[in-house]
Every structure is written in C-alpha cells, then in structure tokens.
C-alpha cells in the first residue's frame, strides 16, 4: 500500500494558474514518474517549470528541475535554490531562462563544496542552448529619468528606479553554463543579466561558462559582484552599460579559440557609458562609472586574426573597450596575449569618454601587460591624450588569485 501511494502521489500534474499580469503563460509544474515497474521506490523525478509564479517558490533538493519556458518570479515572490542542485534548462534557445522580475528576490546561495549549477539538458551541450538567468531591480539606470522604468530586451520587464540598495536578493556559488541563446539579431540572453539591481543584492562566487552572448551584463544599477569567474564566452565576458556605478572585485577572464577558426571570444569587457543599442536615452544626466579591482584576462596571443566570426588585423583584439562616455577606475589589472588592451573611442561631444580621462574618472592603476602590441589606443576627439594621462604603474599589476578562490566550485580551469 505505502509504495503504490507513493507512486500515485508522484504521477500527479499539478496545474497552477498565474494572476501576473505580463501575458507570461500559465504556470505548469508537471511531475512525470520515470521509475521503474513492480512497486519498486521512486527513484528518480524530473519536475518541469516555467511561468509566472506570484508566490513563493522554494526547490526540493531531492527532485530534478527542469525549466521548459520562461520561469518568471513576480513582484513580492521569492525563488529559493538549496545548495548542491543541479537545474537543467531545455536547449530550445532564447525562450527558456529564468527572470527575478522587480520586487522580488533569488537565493541561491551554494557553498565551495556544493554550488549551484544552471546548464544545459542537451546529452552534448552547446553554448546558446538556452537563455539564462535575468535580476531586474529598481536601482538607478541612466536610459530613463527618475522613478521611470526601462523595459528589458528579454522578457520585456519593467526595471530602473531610484533605490540604490534595491535587494534582489543573494547568489553565493552559482554557475551558468551554455546559455545565450538569441532571440534575433539583437535581442539575445546573456549568461547573468543585471538589469538595474541595486547594492543591496549579494553577488559573490559566480561562474559563467561556455555562453554564446555576454557573460555578465550591467544595465545601469548600482550591483556589487565579487569572485567573477567567465570562461569560454562566444562574445564579450563582462559588459556594462546605462550608467552602471557598482563594483567589480576578483575577475578572472578566459577567452577561447573556436577549434574551426570561425570564432573566438570577443572583448573582455565591453564598457559603455550609455546605450544606444534600443532607443535608449543618448543624452544621459549621468555616465556608467564603475569601480573594477583584481582582474586577470587571459587572451588567445596577440596575433590573433579572428574576432566578431570574422577575419580582422590581428592588432585589432581588444581587451577592453571603453567608449560612449563610461568612466572607471581599474586597479591591480594582468593581460595577456592581446593585440589591444584598452581601447577608447568617443568624442568630445555625446561621447565623452576622452574628457572622462582628463578629469580622472577613467584611470588603470598598477596593470601588467604580456603578449600585448598596443597597450592604449586613443579614438575619443581628444588627442592630446597620451598613455601616461591613463595608465600608471605599469608593470605593478598582479591580478585576481584565481587558483584559490576558484578551486573546487568552478569548471574550465
């Protein structure tokens, strides 16, 4: 009797109706029993989740998840994630990723020993096989004015406000693997997308691995991340943007040569003052000003020839961009194997990326360059700019222990 109701209880299909308000589908939690006959002990359970959730949802470390759709936290709800879990995203692209939308919260927060794994159900994954994980927050964005919202580019969800310590709640020991599928030509998932999150979010320990679009992306907000492991990316591993103003500390990047030739990963850190990409606000009260310490990028050689999937000079493979007005202040910085490491463009007008440098509000204190052939370019309308107005303390950067604090939790190293 106790084995036959336990069978039943787990061929249940439970079926949730939603009361958001997004047009997001309704929720379906279906429960399939994949055990065997004979009244034997289930064994194994795989849940399926996507939708709109408007109330708690806490995950049971004893059954497989598996995210079939967009799973969307509402306002007011909270997603929680034991350590150790392994949750599994259908590879079926852009449409399967997991939103905390405004308001509400994400724990996850793993340990060295168990983290956090969001990757691919694929039998041979691939980067792109689905979306990712997407935090949207009321903290400043530049795109819009005030208490004003800006709408995100998946999922279409309000984020942006006035909080600066918007709390969106905690990740500790989380990877993201083969994630990034697109939507179109511009629309794509990153592996972390930070949509206006404010400083009161922890962010700490985190890895994303095999992407096929950005590793981590800022749009505006005021987040602080640490411990910030991106590996393999198909296109740039840490992008900001819309006016982003928290702090990087611990960065470790790894780019990859695609074994085909046909492409390899692109910027280390694409960094904007503003975005333009969407209709957004070009004439910003503000400018992305971040604050970025302890970073090892390591490239793929200065003569490099492939970036963007395609042929370029082998001169042209940046680490870093730097353009559309951002400011920030990168100190203790080790690059390797880059035709550029710093590139700016701008002007002296919309663009003010160069007058960022004359004010000391874009510095690179104590940085060591290997393999590297041009270590500044200067496209910003101000050219008297000279390397020395930039960089200082050449030779003085160390970078992030990465063989420390990314041991025993991360993949790829």
């Given at each position: 009797?106790?084995?036959?109701?336990?069978?039943?209880?787990?061929?249940?299909?439970?079926?949730?109706?939603?009361?958001?308000?997004?047009?997001?589908?309704?929720?379906?939690?279906?429960?399939?029993?994949?055990?065997?006959?004979?009244?034997?002990?289930?064994?194994?359970?795989?849940?399926?989740?996507?939708g709109?959730?408007?109330?708690d949802?806490?995950?049971?470390?004893?059954?497989?998840?598996?995210?079939?759709?967009?799973?969307?936290?509402?306002?007011?709800?909270?997603?929680?994630?034991?350590?150790?879990?392994?949750?599994?995203?259908?590879?079926?692209?852009?449409?399967?990723?997991?939103?905390?939308?405004?308001?509400?919260?994400?724990?996850?927060?793993?340990?060295?020993?168990?983290?956090?794994?969001?990757?691919?159900?694929?039998?041979?994954?691939?980067?792109?096989?689905?979306?990712?994980l997407?935090?949207?927050?009321?903290?400043?964005?530049?795109?819009?004015?005030?208490?004003?919202?800006?709408?995100?580019?998946?999922?279409?969800?309000?984020?942006?406000?006035?909080?600066?310590?918007d709390?969106?709640?905690?990740?500790?020991?989380?990877?993201?693997?083969?994630?990034?599928?697109?939507a179109?030509?511009?629309?794509?998932?990153?592996?972390?997308?930070?949509?206006?999150?404010?400083?009161?979010?922890?962010?700490?320990?985190?890895?994303?691995?095999?992407?096929?679009?950005?590793?981590?992306?800022?749009?505006?907000?005021?987040?602080?991340?640490?411990?910030?492991?991106?590996?393999?990316?198909?296109?740039?591993?840490?992008?900001?943007?819309?006016?982003?103003?928290?702090?990087?500390?611990?960065?470790?990047?790894?780019?990859?040569?695609n074994?085909?030739?046909?492409?390899?990963?692109?910027?280390?850190?694409?960094c904007d003052?503003?975005?333009?990409?969407?209709?957004?606000?070009?004439?910003?009260?503000?400018?992305?000003?971040?604050?970025?310490?302890?970073?090892?990028?390591?490239?793929?050689?200065?003569?490099?020839?492939?970036?963007?999937?395609?042929?370029?000079?082998?001169?042209?493979?940046?680490?870093?961009?730097?353009?559309?007005?951002?400011?920030?202040?990168?100190?203790?910085?080790?690059?390797t194997?880059?035709?550029?490491?710093?590139?700016?463009d701008?002007n002296?007008?919309?663009?003010?990326?160069?007058?960022?440098?004359?004010?000391?509000?874009?510095?690179?204190?104590?940085?060591?360059?290997?393999?590297?052939?041009?270590?500044?370019?200067?496209?910003?309308?101000?050219?008297?700019?000279?390397?020395?107005?930039?960089?200082?303390?050449?030779?003085?950067?160390?970078?992030?222990?990465f063989?420390?604090?990314?041991a025993?939790?991360?993949?790829?190293?």
């Open positions: 009797m106790k084995n036959n109701f336990l069978l039943s209880l787990v061929a249940l299909t439970l079926i949730f109706t939603s009361c958001a308000n997004d047009d997001t589908a309704d929720i379906v939690l279906n429960i399939t029993n994949n055990n065997g006959g004979g009244g034997s002990t289930p064994v194994d359970t795989d849940v399926f989740l996507s709109t959730y408007t109330e949802l806490t995950l049971d470390a004893n059954i497989n998840y598996k995210i079939n759709g967009s799973l969307v936290i509402a306002d007011g709800a909270t997603l929680t994630i034991p350590a150790g879990m392994t949750i599994e995203a259908l590879a079926a692209g852009s449409d399967v990723y997991v939103a905390i939308s405004q308001g509400a919260q994400i724990i996850a927060e793993g340990t060295v020993d168990s983290p956090i794994v969001f990757t691919s159900d694929a039998s041979n994954p691939e980067a792109g096989d689905w979306g990712g997407i935090l949207l927050g009321k903290a400043p964005i530049n795109s819009v004015i005030g208490t004003a919202t800006s709408t995100s580019e998946i999922a279409g969800l309000p984020y942006g406000g006035n909080v600066a310590d709390n969106s709640g905690s990740l500790k020991y989380v990877r993201i693997e083969y994630s990034g599928g697109s179109d030509g511009q629309s794509e998932n990153n592996g972390l997308s930070f949509y206006g999150v404010g400083n009161g979010t922890t962010v700490d320990y985190i890895q994303i691995y095999e992407g096929k679009d950005d590793g981590v992306e800022f749009f505006g907000g005021t987040v602080n991340v640490s411990h910030v492991a991106v590996m393999n990316l198909q296109d740039d591993s840490i992008d900001w943007t819309e006016g982003y103003s928290g702090t990087i500390t611990d960065a470790y990047i790894q780019h990859i040569q074994p085909t030739e046909t492409f390899n990963s692109d910027k280390a850190f694409e003052g503003y975005n333009d990409d969407f209709g957004n606000n070009s004439n910003p009260i503000f400018f992305s000003n971040p604050t970025v310490t302890n970073v090892t990028i390591v490239g793929v050689g200065s003569d490099n020839t492939f970036q963007d999937g395609k042929i370029i000079d082998a001169g042209k493979y940046e680490a870093v961009r730097l353009r559309r007005g951002t400011a920030a202040i990168f100190t203790n910085i080790n690059i194997g880059f035709g550029e490491a710093f590139d700016l701008g002296d007008t919309s663009d003010p990326t160069g007058q960022a440098v004359v004010d000391d509000k874009l510095q690179v204190n104590n940085v060591t360059f290997t393999d590297v052939t041009t270590k500044f370019k200067n496209d910003t309308g101000v050219d008297t700019l000279t390397e020395a107005d930039f960089i200082s303390g050449e030779g003085s950067g160390t970078g992030t222990d063989a420390t604090w990314g025993g939790w991360t993949v790829g190293n």
